[in-house]
């Protein structure tokens, strides 16, 4: 029964150590990905530092930096509640196993006795040849073979148990000293969090002074995205037939095609640039220092270095090359019914009709007509349905 609990806390051990390695390895895995994004928000704040007239955009780029700071903070409070269930975990099994080797170590020595009383080959004869018969002789050789195999049974137990514990104890050493270090790196982000949103405050400050400046030009920029959307829903609609037809979107077999695999890309499409940072989720948007203001965006603004190229995110043609106010470019490209739309584009590589590939180059993303970085607007639709383009990038 004892050995039997015994290996129910090993196994349940061993179980425990793989569940808890997958987590932690996932978690680990996040962090560095947000730490990655930390680092890219960081490099473009920098370029933004020397020219602080894009304030909204310093801001939308720090309010990023700190979703991604609080990512990081969770993620190793999350891996310390790991290493902690762990610990508790090891301190069970050490427990057990001190308890298991000091009951081998009983029997062993009451073995040892009773080996003593025979210790020597005169005793162990004087045993057997003192038997009634031949078959009770025969038994008692048996018997003194079984338990000189007993006796180094045992000894073997209580060699591997103890080196069981010992790695046990290592593992349970190497366990605190980690979780002393993610609540020192704790520490150091909560610190940078800090810092981060002093800087969102003083932002914040700088366009509440700007409030009338900055709400005007946000308007003209609701005013240019709302021909924009009507340009592309025109532009989709010439595409699909559905200008003509109540049935709806009209696909050659190699449209469908194309269509289902992007289907089935949700989630892993490439970023349209090497390099960068989303500024501006989808859907309708809180602008802080604003108040009341909200933007409605149809895709997500994506802030990348000097001269980034823009690739196409998928496979497919060119359906539409528009002139934007300001004289930058809007790119729609089709995908079967899907199409992906890259607005403030210069330096055209494609032309209308032209069959891209996958990561292919479309042209460079500009400056939007403002100070700061590059600054492109990425969108996907799904026929006239606007769609959330990071659930279609990859992670």
């Known amino acids: 029964m004892y050995k039997k609990a015994l290996i129910g806390i090993l196994l349940g051990a061993v179980i425990t150590i793989g569940g808890y390695c997958q987590d932690v390895d996932k978690l680990r895995s996040q962090r560095e990905k ?22 909204l ?6 309010k990023n930096k700190i979703k991604e700071r609080n ?18 975990g090891n301190e069970a099994t050490i427990g057990t196993l001190k308890t298991e080797i000091e009951k081998l170590k009983e029997d062993y020595g009451k073995v040892i006795y009773r080996s003593y009383l025979t210790r020597n080959s005169y005793h162990q004869s004087q045993y057997i040849f003192a ?4 078959n009770q002789a025969y038994k008692r050789l048996k018997y003194m073979q079984q338990y000189t195999r007993f006796r180094k049974a045992q000894a073997e137990k209580i060699e591997h148990k103890t080196y069981e514990l010992k790695e046990i104890n290592t593992k349970q050493e190497e366990n605190k000293n980690q ?34 400046k900055v709400k005007k030009d946000l308007d003209t920029q609701k005013a240019n995205f709302k021909m924009i959307e009507k340009s592309i829903e025109k532009a989709i609609a010439a595409a699909t037939g559905s200008e003509r037809s109540s049935g709806g979107m009209h696909m050659t077999p190699e449209e469908k095609i194309v269509s289902n695999e992007f289907s089935k890309n949700r989630g892993r499409l490439p970023w349209p640039v090497t390099h960068g940072v989303v500024s501006m989720g989808f859907g309708k948007q809180d602008v802080l220092g604003q108040r009341g203001v909200v933007f409605d965006n149809n895709g997500i603004n994506i802030v990348t270095q000097d001269n980034a190229v823009v690739y196409s995110v ?14 930058n470019l809007l790119v729609l490209i089709r995908h079967g019914e899907y199409f992906s739309a890259y607005l403030y584009i210069s330096n055209l590589k494609i032309k209308v009709r032209d069959h891209v590939k996958i990561k292919q180059e479309i042209g460079r993303a500009t400056h939007n007509g403002k100070d700061g ?23």
């Open 34 to 55: 947000s730490l990655s994004e930390i680092n890219k928000t960081e490099e473009l704040l920098k370029q933004t530092q020397a020219n602080k007239k894009n304030e």
């Open 373 to 395: 970085n590059p600054e492109f607007n990425f969108q996907i639709w799904k026929g006239m349905v606007k769609q959330d383009p990071e659930n279609w990038l990859s992670k």
């Open 179 to 212: 979780r002393n270090e993610l609540l020192i790196s704790e520490q150091r982000e909560k610190a940078k969090l800090s810092n981060d949103k002093k800087d969102q405050e003083q932002s914040v400050k700088n366009l509440t002074k700007q409030e009338k």
């Open 131 to 134: 038997a009634a018969d031949f």
């Open 71 to 88: 990512k990081v903070i969770s993620g190793i409070s999350n891996e310390i509640t790991i290493l902690d269930q762990q610990i508790k």
């Open 314 to 327: 998928f496979e497919g043609v060119v359906e539409a090359i528009s002139v934007m106010p300001g004289g």
């Open 57 to 62: 955009q310093h801001l939308n780029l720090t």
